[in-house]
């Protein structure tokens, strides 16, 4: 009989643990990461570019309304050449007005819809945070306690005979029982 139990599988268990360990510690970097990226884009949604536009738009409407009056000061004064560059620069005044409001416009949705989208991704993504605060520290606290009780089984030899004493059931007998001592070495029954 050999001296120990045979515990094959503990080094894998502890390079799983370690593994784990490795995951959660890099997880949970990356999650919060995420976080403070959804809080800096909100931020910069409702803040930076609401403001950035809402002035771009007062900005582009006095540039429209000094070419629509350049524009008509052509036209009363009724200079052709002047009165067409003049009608150029209200049309690409007005286009550019057209997309700050436009731009505006678009901001102010995503301002109204950003939770709506948001939220239920974040909702998951506090799921999987929790899971890697707790979940997953009891885990590897589990595979410590598993690891440890492994090893200490590993260590129990496994009962023996004392040497001169006869193994239960008795072996001294059984050559009688087999009908003499031909067979008892070739095969029969010991």
């Known amino acids: 009989m050999p001296e120990r139990a045979h515990v094959t599988s503990v080094d894998a268990l502890e390079l799983f643990r370690s593994q784990l360990i490795i995951y959660v510690s890099k997880a949970r970097p990356a999650l919060d990461e995420v976080s403070a990226e959804v809080v800096r884009t909100r931020g910069w949604l409702q803040d930076e570019q609401r403001t950035r536009w809402e002035n771009e738009l007062r900005r582009r409407s006095r540039a429209l309304q000094e070419a629509q009056a350049a524009l008509f000061s052509a036209r009363l004064s009724s200079f052709q050449e002047e009165s067409s560059l003049q009608q150029m620069m209200v049309h690409r005044t007005k286009r550019a007005f ?58 129990i030899a496994p009962p023996t005979t004392a040497p001169g004493s006869a193994p239960a059931g008795g072996g001294a007998g059984r050559g009688d029982l087999g009908g003499g001592g031909e067979g008892a070495g070739k095969g029969g029954v010991p």
């Open 98 to 155: 057209d997309e700050a409001e436009e731009k505006l416009r678009v901001i102010k949705k995503w301002n109204r819809d950003f939770d709506n989208r948001v939220e239920p991704l974040l909702k998951q993504m506090e799921k999987l945070h929790t899971v890697l605060a707790h979940d997953m520290v009891q885990a590897v606290a589990f595979l410590a306690h598993a690891i440890d009780t492994l090893h200490a089984y590993a260590g």
